[in-house]
């Protein structure tokens, strides 16, 4: 069965950079792709970008384009995210989702990493 | 760029029909998605493509999509339906996945 599941939570100085895993399995890794959505506490979802599986094109969701670093490891099947010159306001829970190419719906999710960023 | 919106919240007895709308400027030419949250968990896909259903899922969940106004309907709503639900598009004039603000149902 499709599984997506995700590194444990991180607390993170404001200024600092986190990276998230999301390690995937029970599917071909490369004939998808891998969305990044955020989600601030009490709030909705928000897109940060994808990434293809395939050969490692990305699209970053504008308000994130200057401190967002998604990648992809083909031998682990698993996926990255580095969010660079953290502020509070970026305290939420990330998400990992397959989708198929970049338009395409999100079927499968991880089970979300919690990153909280306090002094 | 492109903005969605929902009703922040539906209110609906047991065994009654929920339908929760996301609306924007013709969204009917667009493939719309809906995802189901409940407290403390990730996103479940419940509807794709404006109406499709992906395995597992329930036939009381149903889509459509027209004109300005897509629809996730929820037919003989159960206690376990009490979610957050999300829709969401593929804004093509920006290339951004973008979601809808969300619509808490409650069942009453």
């Known amino acids: 069965q499709v599984q997506l599941v995700q590194s444990g939570g991180e607390v993170k100085k404001p200024g600092a950079s986190v990276r998230v895993s999301c390690k995937t399995s029970g599917y071909i890794f490369t004939s998808y792709g891998i969305n990044w959505v955020r989600q601030a506490p009490g709030q909705g979802l928000e897109w940060m970008g994808w990434i293809s599986a395939y050969n490692g094109d990305t699209n970053y969701a504008q308000q994130f384009q200057d401190r967002v670093t998604m990648t992809t490891d083909t031998s682990t099947n698993t996926a990255y995210m580095e969010l660079r010159s953290l502020r509070s306001d970026d305290t939420a829970v990330y998400y990992c989702?397959?989708?198929?190419?970049?338009?395409?719906?999100?079927?499968?999710w991880g089970q979300g990493t919690l990153v909280t960023v306090s002094s | 760029s492109y903005v969605l919106t929902q009703p922040p919240s539906v209110s609906v007895a047991p065994g009654q029909t929920a339908r929760i709308t996301c609306g924007e400027s013709n969204i009917g030419s667009k493939s719309v998605h809906w995802y189901q949250q409940k407290p403390g968990q990730a996103p479940v896909l419940v509807v794709y493509?404006?109406?499709d259903r992906p395995s597992g899922i329930p036939e009381r969940f149903s889509g459509s999509n027209s004109g300005n106004t897509a629809t996730l309907t929820i037919s003989r709503v159960e206690a376990g339906d009490e979610a957050d639900y999300y829709c969401h598009v593929w804004d093509s004039s920006s290339d951004h996945s973008v979601f809808g603000p969300g619509t808490k149902v409650n069942v009453l």
């Open positions: 989702a397959r989708g198929l190419v970049e338009l395409y719906y999100f079927d499968y």
């Open positions: 493509d404006d109406s």
